[in-house]
């Protein structure tokens, strides 16, 4: 079936700006993560749904940062007042583990790449 | 002390040899550990897990986990061009959220 997806595939915007970033899970997976990944570096944990609820938000940076998941598939992290270090690409994950499970490969969407002027 | 440490390479090895990469974690209660490959401008693709420790194969890849020694690996055996890439290794201290390495770049020289 259809992997994970995401939309936009890039977004470049100005300081200050807000936006939208968007996760299709793959059907099924009640499972579903954003990471935030800087040139040279690993994929950083931001955030962890587990069906509708935020099971895991630790890794959101501050409160500009915020994440929903209404219905349990799509989900949308939120950017409010933009700054330039936000800069980054935003991978989503799904996975098909239930909360607390050790067994928990996670697959990747294809990124968003966010530019901040 | 970094949760997840990895060589970043380049590490370059000819083709048809066997590429060696390694990484080595902090958290002794992680019970998951996962090799991901990502070309350069793509997304992590997962590769391999492994759970238990000893070596599991899966065509020409194995990975090897000593979770005594607080160590996993990857082999590539057969190594080809189309295996350069950046090799992530990912832990899971805590139940559901991966932790990273910074990669390993892998460059596979004909």
């Known amino acids: 079936g259809a992997g994970v997806s995401q939309t936009p595939s890039n977004k470049v915007t100005e300081k200050g700006k807000y936006v939208e970033l968007r996760c299709d899970p793959i059907?099924?997976?009640?499972?579903l993560y954003w990471y935030r990944q800087s040139l040279g570096q690993g994929p950083e944990f931001l955030i962890y749904?587990?069906?509708?609820?935020?099971?895991?938000d630790s890794g959101l940076p501050n409160d500009r940062f915020f994440a929903v998941r209404p219905e349990g598939s799509v989900s949308t992290l939120k950017i409010q007042r933009t700054e330039r270090g936000d800069s980054a690409v935003y991978l989503c994950?799904?996975?098909?583990?239930?909360?607390?499970?050790?067994?928990?490969?996670?697959?990747f969407g294809p990124g968003t790449r966010l530019t901040v002027l | 002390q970094k949760e997840v440490e990895q060589n970043s390479g380049p590490l370059s090895v000819p083709e048809g040899a066997i590429a060696s990469l390694n990484c080595t974690y902090s958290?002794?209660?992680?019970?998951?550990f996962f090799w991901y490959r990502q070309y350069s401008g793509k997304s992590p693709e997962l590769i391999m897990s492994?759970?238990?420790?000893g070596d599991k194969e899966d065509g020409r890849f194995t990975a090897q986990l000593n979770k005594a020694s607080q160590y996993v690996s990857l082999l590539i055996r057969d190594s080809q061009p189309s295996d350069s890439a950046t090799y992530l290794c990912?832990?899971?201290?805590?139940?559901?959220?991966?932790?990273f390495g910074t990669g390993t770049q892998l460059k596979v020289e004909l």
């Open positions: 059907s099924g997976h009640t499972a």
């Open positions: 994950a799904s996975s098909s583990a239930g909360k607390g499970s050790s067994y928990n490969e996670q697959f």
């Open positions: 958290d002794r209660g992680s019970q998951s």
């Open positions: 492994i759970y238990s420790n």
């Open positions: 990912a832990v899971n201290p805590l139940r559901n959220k991966l932790t």
């Open positions: 749904f587990q069906g509708t609820g935020a099971a895991d």
